[in-house]
């Protein structure tokens, strides 16, 4: 779907695209240099993810994690993957390790949150 841009959209989407890693709502907010509604970067946020352009890292604690998307970056498609959050550092970041499974049958699968806890390499 064409979505309107906005100012708001583009500093957001720069943010994502210029992290190294995934960031949490809080953490977009802060980083913002223009000041933006709490609400308006949920908005934001979740059309990325209907638009397929982030997608959604939900942690083992419920905190959500947003990160751009491969494909978004002329990449090859993005697969369900695995992610790593450091209790160290609170650190999320996608690892290139695909997912595989099996669903049983009658089981159509939508969507996999794969999260791996730990501590990170820069951590340890």
Do not use: W
Not at 28 to 54: G, P
């Amino acid at each position: 779907m064409n979505r309107r841009n906005t100012p708001t959209k583009e500093a957001v989407l720069n943010l994502l695209i210029n992290a190294k890693k995934a960031l949490s709502h809080d953490a977009i907010e802060k980083q913002l240099s223009i000041a933006i509604n709490r609400a308006t970067i949920y908005r934001v946020l979740n059309r990325f993810c209907e638009d397929e352009v982030v997608h959604k890292i939900v942690a083992e604690d419920g905190k959500q994690y947003f990160a751009i998307c491969k494909k978004c970056k002329n990449e090859e498609e993005v697969k369900p993957h695995f992610h790593f959050r450091c209790t160290s550092c609170d650190t999320i970041e996608c690892l290139k390790i695909p997912v595989e499974y099996t669903a049983p049958n009658g089981y159509t699968v939508a969507s996999a949150n794969c999260i791996l806890t730990g501590t990170c390499k820069n951590c340890m």
